[in-house]
């Protein structure tokens, strides 16, 4: 017997325009692994008609599929990638989560938006606190900064996690 899904997307519509109205601020959808396996350009095809901020993908590819749909909303790439002339060619935000990362980024000369990853107790990656309040007097790093995450992992201790 195989396993499947059914995806009902005028629930998923309705998800999102509920998330949206208590909070309408610019929300990326994670759309990475295949949107879950899924269907990438299915899923963005059906989600674009809500205007999303952004996508969050976990590879280059699904980055660059979502482009050659003539999608123009944010895309957020999870992983680290080294030629950052095609992030910059085709509008990628990138996920920073090493210091060595994002020196690298605030040095070239191809000034791709960045999206930092903070450490806050989980130690699986991450910049630290103390390094992200060193980045932020370096008004590279502040023109080119776009938002933070972290990885909550004690709701118990939340509130000693996102102070920064």
């Known amino acids: 017997m195989r396993a499947y899904i059914t995806l009902n997307m005028n629930n ?16 990326y ?28 993908v976990s590879t280059l590819q699904e980055a660059l599929t979502i482009r050659k749909q003539l999608i123009f909303n944010n895309i957020l790439l999870l992983t680290p990638y080294d030629n950052l002339d095609i992030l910059n060619r085709y509008n990628i935000e990138v996920l920073t989560s090493s210091k060595e990362y994002t020196e690298k980024l605030i040095n070239s000369k191809y ?16 910049i630290t606190k103390e390094e992200f309040q060193l980045f932020l007097k370096k008004q590279e790093f502040k023109n080119y900064l776009k938002g933070i995450c972290t990885h909550i992992y004690s709701l118990e201790k939340f509130d000693s996690q996102i102070s920064i």
């Not at 295949?34 to 095809?45: E, F, P, R, V």
């Open 12 to 27: 998923l519509l309705d998800n999102y325009s509920r998330i949206y109205k208590e909070n309408p601020s610019n929300l």
């Open 29 to 56: 959808l994670v759309v990475k692994a295949n949107a879950y396996g899924h269907g990438l350009t299915q899923i963005i095809s059906m989600l674009s008609k809500v205007k999303p901020y952004g996508y969050v």
């Open 111 to 126: 000034k791709v938006k960045m999206h930092a990853m903070i450490e806050t107790g989980m130690n699986r990656d991450g």
